[in-house]
């Protein structure tokens, strides 16, 4: 579809121009103000140019080793339950009923938990896994597997993977049935009558119809499991010591809880690069997928 | 042919995995705190309703819920309402900077909140709106309002070019057009970007609980009172997670028919 070029669009954009950057630049400017100074308290800044930065990311110093531990553990925590969703999220796609009132009520169970509040979450995990009053933490233990998420590093961590897969599989899972349910039936006939298997219809026809939702789910899980926050500071606080925490966790101890702005915002920027970073690889990925399907769909 | 062996087993088990754990919240909802701490029960043995009493008659309890429903029903209203001229203007037209635009947008949705907290509390507090719902309201938007438009922008491109133009040799005028025509033929669109408004504003608390203090504290931000120095009120907590739940099911149950196409952000 040809777009007409018309610079007076900018007007039905403008709305949308003004909330966000009331809500976006005016407070990254604050950000990036704070980043170069120094505090005592008082409301007295004093002028500490990019000091913050080199400490930030210098693993030496108190401020940067904090940083990147919770930089490392927030990567390999993304990359565990991205390993983990996708296929789920596949496999439960394709465990759709077809037909009847069963899909409705399987939609509604799967996007339930994506609807619960995310401190909800968390409540609900902590209660689920204490060995003395929740129904996962006591059956371990008396299967004879001693698991205590409060005490144990591995068990904080198995925990809060659980609850992640718990929470958002479902999103996954719902994004590649969208994808699943594009396929128009004639693709599956003619696999029948090819007499194609059941792994050769998942790769030839499923999983390239798939491509474009599962991308917009590995970036959205992607980016969300980057700056997770509220459910595992619910459930754990970030421990046991600090095992669990993130580098939301991380710059919340820091900004609200030491009230050390300037360490605070030069790790927002650098977290926020970070994201930006990933998000434009996302973004130039799906305008291109974009472009590569539009000939074929002429073709065919 | 389109689906997997043993898939109703499948489906079956991770629905369990999905329903067990919310099963135990309301399970442990309507127990008594004694019978919750003392032994280990699969049903409720003496099933009360003191939790869900003592939350509908409280009214620093239940004004927690009114709190929330009212920046969430706000954001979702200026998100829409902003976001669909511009979803119009990004699905139609070319401009200046519009792919710039579109990932500036797209990148604010991606941001952390946790880096948005204190420059929000700042700002908020500087211009008198901090504690009243339209702080979270707006600053909700920051995410919501690039979901929207993206949402949105799927559904237009949906609908033919040919209809607007035979809507404006028919005389009609852009805003008649839009609100006449354009509207209703994506009011499942409005629908499901107004679902995911109301979603991702009613999941968050970082940001509602700090711009927030006594007037207008959300209901995820009285729930951690339950914490107290006789210990805590398992059962209180619990209750309060369940009504946090039903908001939530009762929008799912609108838009079932559409959620598919609407978590594909319109784009399938």
Not at chain 1, 137 to 162: E, F, R
Not at chain 1, 265 to 292: E, K, P, Q, R
Not at chain 2, 165 to 185: H, M, Q
Request: glycine residues 6%.
């Amino acid at each position: 579809m040809d777009k007409t070029i018309n610079q007076k669009a900018w007007f039905l954009v403008l709305p949308v121009f003004l909330v966000v950057a009331f809500s976006a630049v005016l407070p990254l400017m604050t950000v990036v103000n704070y980043s170069m100074q120094d505090t005592f308290g008082n409301n007295q800044f004093f002028w500490n140019g990019v000091g913050w930065f080199k400490e930030l990311l210098d693993p030496s110093t108190d401020l940067g080793g904090r940083f990147l531990a919770s930089l490392g553990r927030n990567l390999f925590f993304s990359l565990v339950i991205l390993a983990i969703e996708v296929p789920l999220g596949i496999v439960v796609a394709l465990s759709m009923p077809r037909q009847g009132w069963t899909v409705a009520a399987c939609l509604v169970i799967l996007a339930l938990p994506l609807l619960i509040p995310w401190n909800v979450v968390g409540t609900i995990w902590q209660i689920f896994g204490r060995p003395d009053i929740g129904l996962l933490g006591y059956v371990l233990n008396a299967v004879g597997i001693d698991y205590n998420y409060v005490s144990n590093d591995v068990d904080a961590w198995v925990t809060v993977i659980v609850m992640d897969v718990w929470h958002w599989t479902s999103l996954v899972a719902l994004l590649c049935y969208a994808g699943l349910k594009s396929i128009p039936e004639a693709y599956y006939q003619a696999a029948q009558i090819d007499g194609a298997s059941r792994w050769a219809v998942f790769k030839a026809i499923q999983l390239p119809k798939m491509n474009r939702v599962l991308l917009i789910a590995v970036l959205l899980r992607f980016m969300d499991s980057f700056m997770i926050y509220t459910e595992p500071f619910v459930v754990t606080g970030g421990g046991p010591g600090n095992s669990t925490t993130f580098v939301s966790i991380e710059l919340v101890k820091i900004a609200l809880g030491q009230f050390d702005l300037g360490k605070a915002a030069a790790l927002s920027l650098v977290y926020n690069l970070i994201i930006l970073i990933v998000c434009w690889i996302f973004y130039t990925v799906m305008t291109n997928a974009g472009s590569d399907r539009k000939p074929q769909e002429g073709a065919a | 042919m389109h689906s997997i062996p043993g898939r109703r087993l499948i489906m079956g088990l991770f629905l369990i995995f999905l329903l067990l754990p919310i099963y135990w919240l309301v399970n442990m909802s309507f127990k008594t705190n004694a019978e919750i701490v003392s032994t280990m029960t699969l049903w409720p043995h003496a099933p009360t309703l003191q939790h869900y009493k003592r939350i509908f008659t409280d009214e620093s309890w239940y004004s927690g819920y009114i709190n929330s429903l009212e920046y969430v029903i706000l954001n979702t209203i200026i998100s829409i309402s902003v976001a669909l001229p511009a979803a119009y203007a990004f699905s139609r037209y070319r401009f200046l900077g519009d792919k710039h635009l579109f990932f500036w947008l797209l990148s604010n949705r991606m941001a952390p909140a946790a880096v948005y907290a204190l420059p929000f509390f700042n700002l908020y507090s500087a211009i008198g709106l901090f504690d009243t719902p339209w702080a979270v309201a707006l600053a909700h938007c920051i995410f919501n309002v690039p979901l929207a438009v993206w949402i949105l922008e799927g559904f237009v491109s949906g609908v033919p070019r040919e209809i607007d133009e035979t809507a404006f040799l028919d005389g009609y005028s852009f805003p008649r057009f839009f609100v006449r025509i354009l509207v209703p033929l994506i009011a499942s669109g409005i629908g499901v970007a107004a679902f995911f408004c109301f979603m991702f504003s009613w999941v968050e608390l970082l940001l509602a609980r700090t711009l927030t203090s006594v007037q207008t504290k959300p209901i995820a931000a009285i729930m951690t009172r339950t914490v107290s120095a006789a210990g805590m009120d398992w059962g209180l907590l619990a209750a309060a997670g369940v009504l946090t739940i039903i908001p939530g099911a009762l929008v799912i149950w609108f838009v079932r028919n559409y959620i598919a196409r609407g978590f594909a952000l319109g784009r399938v």
